[in-house]
Every structure is written in C-alpha cells, then in structure tokens.
C-alpha cells in the first residue's frame, strides 16, 4: 500500500512506530496541511529588520497627496490605531448603498435594484432571480504565494427544482485543488468533500446522480481561466454551498506585486468555424449548438449575485504602499505589524462585474528571497523561485526598433477602453526616435495598417499616425487572426528590434489558433500585450506575452494610458537578457516550468518552479544582454517555505504540457497531464472534481437548468458584445 | 468486528422520471416561473446514460473500547463489489471538527478499483474527557456500486483499521463497523 501527500497519513504510521510526543506533531502538521491561513506564514530563516511603520504610514499619506484624481488613491493613516483606508472615488455606475435592500418582503438577497446608469436611467429596474446568491473569498497572501478559498452560495428561488450551471473565471494559473460541497444548513450543515476525477466520469457519474435526485456537483475546466460549476437538485428554497480552494502566484511588475481576482467572463468574439467557441448570448437565449455558452444580463438588469472579499498579506517584509485602483477597499495592518495588511472589499463595491486587482510595494523593491521551497512528506523537493532581472541591465540602451501597435477596434472596446488605448499609443509615438521605424496596425471584422510598410518614426510621420489614431473607434468583430497576421507577416527589418504591442480586451473564443498562428510566425518579434479593461482575457494576454518573449501589463479603467506606456517603454529602453542558463549549485533539479526559461526584462521578473533534491545553494544565472555577458546570483540564505508548492508545481507542468500540446499537436502528453492532475489533485482540461450526496434523494425530477447570467463587464457594452 | 447492516429500498434506479417539478412541494418564500429553455423535456438530464448502478452510503463507526479516541487511520475496499468514491463527510463529533471534511489519500484508484485511507486527528488540546471513548461515528462515504445491490446479498465491505491512539499518542485498540444505506426515493 502506498500512502501519498497526505500528512494524517504518515503521521498515522509514525504512531505504528511508536513515536512519543506523536499526536501533538500530528495537529500541527495537520493544521499546516489544513492550510488555514494563518498557518502559511513563510518562515524565512532570519528575523525581519524592518521598523518604523508609523513613518512609512506617513509617508503614504503623504504620497497621496500628490496623486492625480485619475490614480485613484487615497490612503489615510492613522498612527494610532495603524487602520489605513483606501478610497476609490464613486463613479456613477458604482451601485447606491441600498441596492442591495429587498424591496419584497422574504425574497432574500436574490433581488436587487438595477444601478440607473447600466441601462435607461429612468427604466424601472428589472428584478433577475438567480440560482447563485453570493460569493465569499477569502485569501491569504504567503511572499508572493496566494491561497484562495471561494465559496458559492447556491439558492433556489423558483417553485421547482433545478440546475444551476455557473461559468465563472479565476487566475489562469490557479491550481485548483480542493472541493467541498455544503448541503443544507436547513438538515444541518453537512459538508463532502470531493474527489477528483477523469473528467468524462466525473460528468458520467454527475449526470446519474442527477437522474437519481440526489445533490451532486461537478466542477470542471473549460478553459484555463474559465470554470464550470454545475450542482444539481436544488430543491425550492434550499441552498447549496460550494467551497473551492486555489494556489497561484503574484505577479511583478516594475517594484509592484499584484493580487488579481477576477470575477466575470467578458463576452467572446468567435470567428467563422471556431472549434470551441464561447457564446455570449442574452440571458433566456437557447444555448449555442457547440462549445460553450454564456448568458448574460441585459443592461436594465441585474441579479442579486454579490461578492465579499478579504485578502491577508503576510509579505514578509514592511509593505510601503498598497493600492486598489478596481474597487474601494478597507485595509489595516493587524496587530500593527508592518509586513502584513488585511484588505476587505467595502460593502458598496460588490457586484462581480470587474477584476480585483490589488497591488502593493515592500520595503527594498522586493520581498526578502525569491526562493520558496518545499519537501513534502515522501521527501520529494518543490521549488518556486521569482528571478528578478540584473540591475546592469539598465544601464545598457537599446538598439533602433521596429515598432508595431496593433489595436482592437471591435465592438467591446468602444468607449474608455478605446480612449486609453488610443493615449497610450499617442505616447508611445512620442517615445520613439528617429532611427526607429514603425507601423500601426488596426482590426475588428478584418484588419487595416497605418502605411503600406514600416514608416520611420520622424516628427511628420507620428504627427500623420497621431491623426490616424485618433480617427479609429471601436465597432465590429474581434477577428484578431487578421491582426496577428499583418503584424507578423511582412519582412523583419534584420537592423532593428521589432516589437509587436498588441492592446486588446482579449475577448475572443479561438484563444487556440491566435496562439498557435503566432508561434508559427513570430520569428525574432517580441510581442509585449496589453490587456485594456476591467475583466481581460489574461490567459490569452500572458500566452501571448510568454510566446513572444515580452510581458503583459494590464491598462485597468481609471489608468492614465499615457503613464502605463512611459513605463512600458521605460522597459523595452533596455536590451533583454536572453540565452538565460543557470547553475543550481549543489542541488539536483529537474523539470523545471516553464521548460524555455524566458528572457528577462527589466520591471518584469520570471518565475520558475521546479523539482530539486540536494540542498538549493549558490544560484547563479547567466545570459547575454546587449551583446554583453551578464550574471546574477540568487540568494539562498532566505529561502521561504509554503506548503503547496507541489501544486503550485503541478499545475504549472500541465500548463506548459498544454501549450505544447496547443502549439505542436503533441496529443501523447494527454497522459501524462491527466496522471498528474490525479496524482496532484488538481482540475485541469481532463479532471474535474465531483462530490455526491448520497444519502438522500431529493423531490421530485432532476428540475430544470437555469444557466447564471452573468453582468456583462463593466465598461463594456451590452448591445455590441452579446447576441439575441 | 465488522457489524453489516444494509437497508436497501430500491434496486436498479435510473428508473426515467417525469420531467417538470413536484407540485405538490412546498413552494419557496415567493413563486416564481422556473426560467425556459434549458430543460430537454425527458425524463433523464443531458448526458446521462441508464445503466444497473447502485448509489450508496458507508457509515463507518469507531468504537474505542473505553480508551479516549483521539486519532485513527483505516483503509476501505470492496472485494466483489466494485465501488466508485463520490464524497467523503466526517462523522460529526466535535473532538474531530476542523471545520472542513477530513482529507482522504487522493489516489483512489488501486488496481481497477477505488480503495479510500483515510485518517483523521483529533483537535489539539483537548482533554481525555473531551475525546470519544464510546463507539463513534467517524465517516460518511458516498460511492456508487457498478451494479444493483441485492437485498439478500450485500456487497462485502473491507474495512481495515491501520492504526488508531489515544491522547497522549499511544497506540490503543479498536473496532471499526460500517452499515450501508441505500437513499430512498421520498414518496
């Protein structure tokens, strides 16, 4: 018999051998196992130095001050209680305080008043009965680790049973790893936890036990970044909850950390003959014949469907600075330690129709080590390490550029994503020079350029392509393949760098063949995206980033484009460090995400997660940056733990074994994928997690299937998104 | 000891059921129309397939023989009955309620079939007198049989006590019992 990962496990046989003092090791492990967030801190092997947060509370304060009215952020401190509060100013659309006030009498929290500005404001608002009542997260922050818990709280308000079917997006690097179903409190609260499955038996058995009439719910991926929960036999007036658990990493960017939870799926874009398209269709609308459907609210309505968010961060060093540019947000620091901040998401800011993205700054630009490891209980080694670029190489310039913007002009990027696309572009005209060349390259239903050719970048020429751009608007469909295509087709000028921007809201169906296009075309181009709204498609922002060996950065509602662009070229102004090897020291390591280490940039560090045996000591990188060699070594004498590194591992393996699967039709991985998403834990494109309530089978049929529409995202616009 | 009790009120479910809900059941807080058009009007949901299978409940009880329980591991097969894992819920005693299921070995799947280990610990720092010292509820554990349970032959339920301690960490001696529960449609 073999026992695997389970902590309780081994310490069960630890206590076969008599081992004294067992069962008080056993609850602490297994607390540690429980991951409770309390739990995670990472334990760094020296005592953090950092002091006087009363002055660096101050100095926030007083930072603010100086920030436009665009940035958004106020930050308030109060040395005495240490409780910062930061303030997003209300914009029209942001729901009253008494929205979510029921207006009859026993109809729960399924019922709300449609903000005036999503529709007519003088309509009366429409009132939407939904399965899907309220969303609970709660997530702890560990150095640049997350650990996610999500509850859905399921409800019937019909006279009927039903299904409820909820498509919903999360991190595309999430490791999804547990699943607990809640059924009553009414029969008392009973909670299942669930097991993972072969997703084609997972659904098997989910679609019996439906038929049977008893509650049952699958959890299944459909795309990396899109979820479907399904639970079944909800009877009237019962609630079911579910509880799903993630890992995933931060992001970095440019002395930023960045906490992003996102909360809606925009509307897609399928072109003619897509293999798995994701359908926007209005809600009450027939689902597509293939792929996947989504319904949506149509602009007078909305469901009773809120969200409540509490984020701990424990970064390990003294945390200077905070922002929320998505949501206003509550923060403090609890018990005044200066390393850790609890963020709650004000009680006025909680319909799900825009990304969370939290960011903060620590002490020193960066937290303690990079390194994270862990070996679990059957000694097998799991590392995650963020390497940050050299310092040197900012001081290298960069060689002339031939640059490319490529800008989405369809339908939902009309209004402010547009505008800010268009003023970062503006920018970045201003930011060339004149031994640069460049093009600009528009699309929607098909696709259109500047000029003929790259044009050099002389005052004329900008002033010409300024007035180009400011003649585009957003209107038509996504048919971003064109785009990639002109982008990436004409010859590459060998004396210079070519730098394909892509700006896009991403919402497209056939994520698939932009990806695997671009791979076959990219040739010496770097492609740096930018995903321009509040809910982008960041997994096809980062893919598309990861292929082209640049980054992706996010231009949220509210961001100056002009600023967002000073420091994206404040970024491509330096030479990459490319040809990246590295020496692990005394260690054994192997399989390492992702298998091509990318290029470093400057702002944007890399993340790699590996297996290592041996002790991890003396990291050195080396590469070439200019035509220069540079080198780095990576401390070691700092190294933080956390739990789930295998996970966190695992899921990156599958991603990377996906892409290559995407990429070179290499189908012989399914295999290997599907074993290690069992052997993991994990959900992937073929796992699902499914859980049973077998004890009872509930009234009457398996009901009806009311499919949860969702808010189209904010900012984007019903009528140019969503079919009829 | 292994003490079988096995309640079966139905064989061979999947029987197809009438679409549209109960209406005899007691209506929610307010009335509302169940939304159109999702439903495909058969009896069975999309999907499903009518096959002779047996959804089913193991309750697993421990009985510490006196001694304060206050950690067990066992391990639970099916020899002749293959059974497939859908759930696992504890048995509810507060001495083990950490607020979430007990974990379970992932890796389910031995050889053709599903066997489950798992173990469970009780919450730190709990007195002796805290910690069950009678028989106990400690597991629910839904599965579904790949074929009709039979009344008059119960399908055999392996259950194998790996280890079982007191509050101090001692080894201590037990007896795990299941009975199996077949839900029963409500009239």
């Given at each position: 018999?073999?026992i695997?990962k389970?902590?309780p ?5 630890a206590l076969?051998?008599?081992?004294s ?11 540690e ?10 334990q760094?092997d ?9 002055q660096e509370?101050?100095?926030v304060?007083?930072e603010?001050?100086?920030l ?7 930050a308030?401190?109060n040395?005495?209680d240490d409780i910062w509060v ?7 659309d942001?729901?009253?305080?008494a929205a ?5 009498p ?5 019922v709300a008043?449609v903000?005036p ?5 003088e309509?009366?608002p429409?009132l939407?009965p939904?399965?899907l009542?309220?969303?609970?997260v709660k997530?702890s922050v ?7 818990d999500v509850?859905?709280q399921y ?9 409820a079917?909820y ?5 595309q ?5 547990e699943?607990?179903?809640?059924v009553?409190?009414e029969d008392?609260?009973r909670?299942i936890?669930g097991?993972?499955?072969e ?8 679609n019996?036990a ?6 049952a719910?699958?959890?299944s991926q459909v795309?990396?970044n899109i979820?479907e929960q399904k ?5 009237p007036?019962?609630q079911i909850d ?5 890992f995933?990493?931060l992001?970095?960017?440019?002395g930023?950390y960045?906490?992003?939870?996102p909360?809606?799926v925009?509307?897609r874009f ?6 798995s ?8 609308t027939?689902p597509r014949?293939t792929?996947t459907?989504?319904?949506y609210?149509r602009?007078n309505?909305r469901s009773?469907?809120?969200?409540a968010?509490?984020l701990?961060?424990?970064?390990g060093v003294s945390?200077e600075?905070a922002?929320?540019l ?6 403090d620091?609890p018990?005044?330690n ?10 006025h800011?909680?319909i799900?129709n825009?990304?969370?993205?939290f960011?903060?700054?620590v002490?020193?630009e ?5 390194l994270?490891?862990?070996v ?19 001081q290298?310039?960069?060689?002339p550029?031939?640059m490319v ?6 339908g939902?990027?009309s209004?402010?994503?547009m ?8 920018q970045?005209?201003?930011r060339l020079?004149?031994?640069?060349t ?10 259109s350029?500047?000029?003929p050719?790259p044009?050099p970048?002389?005052p004329?020429?900008i002033?010409?392509a300024?007035?180009?751009?400011d003649?585009l608007?957003?209107q038509?469909?996504?048919?971003m393949?064109e785009g ?7 010859p590459?000028?060998p004396?210079?760098y070519?730098?394909?921007t892509f700006l896009?809201?991403?919402y497209?169906?056939?994520e698939k063949q932009?990806l695997h296009e ?10 740096f ?6 809910s982008?498609?960041r997994y096809l922002?980062?893919?598309?980033a990861k292929l ?10 509210g961001n100056d ?6 420091l994206y070229?404040?970024?491509?102004s330096h030479?990459a460090m490319?040809?990246?090897e590295?020496?692990?020291g ?7 995400y ?10 944007r560090p890399v993340i790699?997660t590996?297996?290592?045996s041996g002790e ?8 070439r940056a200019?035509?220069e ?7 070691t ?9 295998g996970q966190v591992w ?5 991603a990377?074994?996906m892409?290559r699967m ?8 399914r295999?290997?994928v599907l074993a ?9 494109a073929y ?10 089978v ?8 009311v499919?949860?529409?969702l808010?189209?995202?904010d900012?984007v616009r019903?009528d ?5 | 000891?292994?003490?079988?009790f096995l309640a ?8 197809p059921?009438a679409?549209?809900?109960n209406?005899?059941?007691?209506a929610p807080?307010r009335s509302i129309?169940?939304?159109k058009?999702?439903d495909?009007?058969s009896?069975?949901?999309p999907g499903?397939?009518?096959t ?5 409940t193991?309750k697993?009880?421990?009985?510490p023989?006196g001694?304060p329980l ?5 391990q639970l097969?099916s020899p002749?009955a293959s ?7 504890g048995?509810g005693?507060?001495a083990?309620d ?7 070995d992932?890796?389910v799947r031995?050889?053709?079939?599903d066997?489950?280990i798992?173990?469970?610990y009780?919450l730190p720092?709990l007195d002796?007198e805290?910690?069950?010292?009678e028989?106990?509820l400690i597991a629910r554990?839904a ?6 349970i039979d ?8 259950l194998l006590l ?6 101090d ?18 009239e």
């Amino acid at each position: 018999m073999k026992i695997k990962k389970q902590t309780p496990l081994l310490l069960m046989l630890a206590l076969l051998v008599g081992v004294s003092g067992w069962l008080q090791g056993c609850a602490n492990e297994a607390r540690e196992y429980a991951k409770r967030p309390s739990a995670l801190s990472p334990q760094y092997d020296k005592s953090d130095s950092a002091t006087g947060h009363v002055q660096e509370l101050a100095d926030v304060r007083a930072e603010n001050r100086q920030l436009t009215q665009g940035q958004k952020l106020l930050a308030l401190a109060n040395p005495d209680d240490d409780i910062w509060v930061i303030i997003k100013p209300p914009k029209q659309d942001d729901p009253p305080q008494a929205a979510n006030e029921d207006d009859q009498p026993g109809a729960g929290a399924l019922v709300a008043i449609v903000p005036p500005t999503q529709g007519d404001p003088e309509a009366e608002p429409t009132l939407v009965p939904m399965p899907l009542k309220h969303t609970d997260v709660k997530a702890s922050v560990a150095g640049y680790i997350a650990t996610v818990d999500v509850e859905q709280q399921y409800h019937n308000p019909y006279a009927e049973k039903i299904e409820a079917v909820y498509r919903f997006p999360l991190p595309q690097d999430a490791a999804v790893s547990e699943f607990v179903m809640e059924v009553g409190p009414e029969d008392g609260r009973r909670q299942i936890r669930g097991i993972i499955r072969e997703k084609e038996e997972a659904e098997r058995i989910y679609n019996e036990a439906r038929a049977h009439g008893l509650n049952a719910s699958l959890l299944s991926q459909v795309r990396p970044n899109i979820f479907e929960q399904k639970v079944a036999n909800i009877e009237p007036g019962k609630q079911i909850d579910i509880q799903v658990r993630y890992f995933n990493t931060l992001s970095y960017s440019d002395g930023w950390y960045a906490f992003t939870f996102p909360m809606v799926v925009g509307p897609r874009f399928n072109p003619p003959n897509s293999d798995s398209p994701v359908h926007a269709v209005g809600r009450g609308t027939n689902p597509r014949g293939t792929g996947t459907t989504i319904s949506y609210l149509r602009p007078n309505e909305r469901s009773g469907h809120d969200i409540a968010l509490t984020l701990d961060i424990d970064a390990g060093v003294s945390i200077e600075e905070a922002r929320c540019l998505t949501h206003t947000v509550s923060a403090d620091n609890p018990g005044g330690n200066p390393n850790q901040l609890r963020v709650q998401l004000a009680n006025h800011d909680t319909i799900p129709n825009k990304d969370f993205v939290f960011t903060f700054r620590v002490a020193g630009e960066r937290m303690k080590s990079g390194l994270v490891t862990h070996v679990d209980e059957e000694g097998r080694g799991y590392f995650t390490l963020m390497m940050y670029p050299p310092a040197d190489l900012k001081q290298l310039d960069r060689q002339p550029m031939e640059m490319v913007f490529v800008l989405d002009c369809s339908g939902s990027m009309s209004g402010e994503p547009m505008q800010q696309s268009k003023d970062a572009m503006r920018q970045a005209l201003k930011r060339l020079r004149p031994a640069d060349t460049f093009q600009v390259i528009r699309f929607s239903s098909n696709a259109s350029t500047f000029g003929p050719e790259p044009v050099p970048a002389t005052p004329e020429n900008i002033r010409e392509a300024v007035r180009y751009i400011d003649g585009l608007s957003g209107q038509g469909g996504t048919m971003m393949i064109e785009g990639v295509k002109a982008a990436l087709d004409f010859p590459h000028d060998p004396d210079r760098y070519r730098v394909v921007t892509f700006l896009t809201d991403g919402y497209i169906g056939n994520e698939k063949q932009i990806l695997h296009e671009m791979d076959r075309r990219i040739g010496a181009a770097r492609v740096f995206s930018f995903g321009v709204g509040s809910s982008t498609n960041r997994y096809l922002l980062e893919r598309m980033a990861k292929l082209g060996r640049g980054a992706a950065a996010y231009l949220l509602p509210g961001n100056d484009g002009g600023e967002v662009m000073d420091l994206y070229f404040d970024r491509i102004s330096h030479p990459a460090m490319t040809d990246i090897e590295i020496s692990w020291g005394a260690a054994e390591v192997a399989q390492v995400y992702p298998s091509r280490t990318p290029d470093l940039i400057v702002g944007r560090p890399v993340i790699l997660t590996g297996r290592f045996s041996g002790e991890l000591s003396d990291i050195r990188v080396t590469g070439r940056a200019g035509g220069e060699r540079v080198s780095l070594s990576i401390g070691t004498d700092e190294t933080a733990h956390h739990p789930a590194l295998g996970q966190v591992w695992a899921r990156r393996k599958i991603a990377d074994m996906m892409d290559r699967m995407a990429m070179d039709g290499d189908h012989e991985l399914r295999p290997t994928v599907l074993a290690t998403a069992l052997e993991y834990n994990l959900v992937s494109a073929y796992t699902s997690f499914l859980a049973v309530d077998a004890s009872r089978v509930t009234q009457g049929s398996h009901g009806t299937t009311v499919h949860q529409a969702l808010p189209v995202p904010d900012g984007v616009r019903y009528d140019t998104t969503v079919d009829e | 000891m292994i003490k079988l009790f096995l309640a079966i009120t139905m064989v061979g479910l999947l029987i197809p059921i009438a679409p549209g809900g109960n209406p005899e059941h007691a209506a929610p807080k307010r009335s509302i129309t169940v939304p159109k058009p999702d439903d495909p009007g058969s009896g069975l949901p999309p999907g499903a397939i009518q096959t002779q299978t047996t959804f089913a409940t193991i309750k697993i009880t421990i009985d510490p023989l006196g001694k304060p329980l206050g950690a067990y591991q066992f391990q639970l097969t099916s020899p002749d009955a293959s059974f497939k894992v859908l759930g696992v819920e504890g048995g509810g005693h507060p001495a083990f309620d950490h607020g979430r299921p007990p974990y379970f070995d992932p890796v389910v799947r031995e050889a053709g079939a599903d066997r489950l280990i798992l173990a469970e610990y009780a919450l730190p720092r709990l007195d002796a007198e805290q910690l069950p010292s009678e028989p106990v509820l400690i597991a629910r554990v839904a599965v579904l049989f790949d074929q009709p349970i039979d009344a008059d032959e119960p399908p055999a339920i392996n259950l194998l006590l790996t280890t079982a301690g007191d509050a101090d960490g001692n080894k201590i001696q037990a007896n795990l019992s299941h009975t199996l529960q077949i839900p029963e449609r409500p009239e």
